[in-house]
């Protein structure tokens, strides 16, 4: 049975995570994540849970193929899940099309407790009972349970092929509908790019993305509803602030390219002590002398320089984070909590909500002290991403002040 007998309400668990890695290593990575995973949804035991995973596939996704069959059979019919006899999966696996494909895969899953639960089909504008196990893959564009967009090009045009873009999905338990939008934001092309500006250029391509979505989803073409926006934001440190506070009293040498006069790397090093290099800077090498600082006290003391949300204040709410930075981690098997040194450790990996499903979450915190906001598998390798969940119980009524909205829905 999910849940604890005696907490009321609906059991939540939303899961983000970049799975590439799993894609290009599954024989020594796929195993430990996938009992990472299970072991969170032992002990949250959600009613309904959703999982969005981004590099779904990985850098090759025809060279993936049968992994990723092999990936979406387990979740469906693992003993581990065997009470959730409902789902929906989607796929995008249209990897040919460089016009749309996004790499992303949306999975939801409903325990065989829970009663009246609904998906909205967007075309026919009407919620639909949620009945047995379904796949959707290669063409999302056509499916009604969704709505699917890649980023135009220009939104980042120094990336050739970029496969970025959201999935967004709409439920309706007990009365409160909300919308679920899977999301993947542009990375940093250069950490010495990164480093010229503070905020960077890469955090205003991220700002113009992540606003499309927002305005896309509260537009005039549906009633406006609660929404969780969960996935790889890409949010970086301000690189510029960091690095001034990482070598306060560093002096630093510039190399440049022999032929072009560029700027290819930067050194840091103590003024005194030897000289002692402190931090080296590539256009993807990160080096600093002393990894500890992005994980004593699991890093909070640089969530200062954590600011890429701060635009989004009075739309995007989220809880308190308490755990590293959940990128970029080995994807060596051995070492579970080693970071690599290709960027500077960042909160990628998040899950924000609007201000009315902040006090959908909120209110079940104060009733029942069950929310938690947390990371997977801190000391086992699970690939460059850690994956982030957040795990909360909507309350019996939550949605009771919108129900005659969803009543005239008629649901078939």
């Known amino acids: 049975m999910a849940g604890k007998a005696a907490a009321p309400g609906t059991a939540v668990l939303l899961v983000t995570a970049n799975v590439g890695s799993l894609f290009d290593d599954p024989e020594n990575l796929q195993k430990n994540w996938l009992r990472e995973f299970y072991q969170v949804v032992h002990t949250h035991k959600p009613h309904f849970m959703a999982l969005h995973c981004q590099e779904f596939g990985g850098k090759n996704y025809e060279a993936s193929m049968s992994h990723v069959d092999k990936f979406v059979k387990e979740l469906l019919s693992s003993d581990a899940m065997k009470e959730y006899n409902r789902a929906r999966v989607y796929l995008d696996e249209n990897y040919k099309s460089q016009e749309h494909f996004t790499a992303l895969g949306s999975f939801y899953f409903l325990h065989e407790s829970l009663k009246n639960i609904y998906q909205f089909d967007f075309k026919a504008k009407k919620y639909k009972k949620v009945t047995g196990k379904e796949i959707y893959s290669d063409t999302l564009e056509s499916t ?14 120094e990336c050739k092929w970029s496969r970025k873009g959201f999935i967004r999905t709409r439920w309706c338990i007990a009365d409160c509908a909300f919308d679920l939008v899977n999301i993947h934001l542009f ?13 960077s250029v890469y955090s205003g391509i991220r700002h113009k993305a992540l606003g499309y979505v927002l305005d896309r989803i509260i537009d005039q ?12 934001f890409n949010f970086r440190l301000d690189s510029k602030s960091v690095v001034e506070t990482l070598c306060t009293k560093a002096t630093m040498q510039t190399v440049r390219a022999a032929d072009t006069n560029e700027v290819v790397k930067l050194i840091f090093r103590e003024s005194d002590n030897d000289r002692k290099v402190m931090l080296q800077l590539e256009k993807k090498l990160f080096d600093y ?6 994980r004593d006290n699991n890093g909070t003391a640089l969530l200062e320089f954590d600011k890429e949300l701060s ?21 060596d098997a051995r070492q579970g909590e080693q970071y690599m040194n290709t960027r500077c450790p960042a909160w990628c ?25 947390d990371h997977i598998g801190p000391n086992v390798c699970m690939g460059d991403h850690k994956p982030v969940f957040l795990a909360f119980r909507i309350m019996p009524g939550a949605g009771k002040p919108h129900a005659h909205v969803h ?6």
């Open 349 to 373: 990996d998040r899950i924000l909500m609007s201000p009315s499903a902040k006090e959908l979450v909120l209110r079940s915190e104060s009733e029942e002290k069950v929310v938690t906001y």
């Open 187 to 199: 990375h940093d092309a250069s950490n010495l790019v990164a480093w010229e500006t503070s905020p």
């Open 289 to 294: 002398v002393d990894q500890e600082v992005f």
């Open 221 to 232: 073409r549906f009633e406006k509803v609660s929404y969780f926006v969960f996935g790889d």
């Open 311 to 331: 635009v989004f204040k009075d739309r995007l709410y989220e809880l308190d984070i308490s755990f590293p930075p959940s990128y970029p981690y080995s994807e």
């Open 144 to 157: 009604p349970m969704l709505e699917k967009e890649k980023f135009p090009q220009d939104y980042f045009p």
């Open 407 to 412: 009543k005239c829905c008629v649901v078939q």
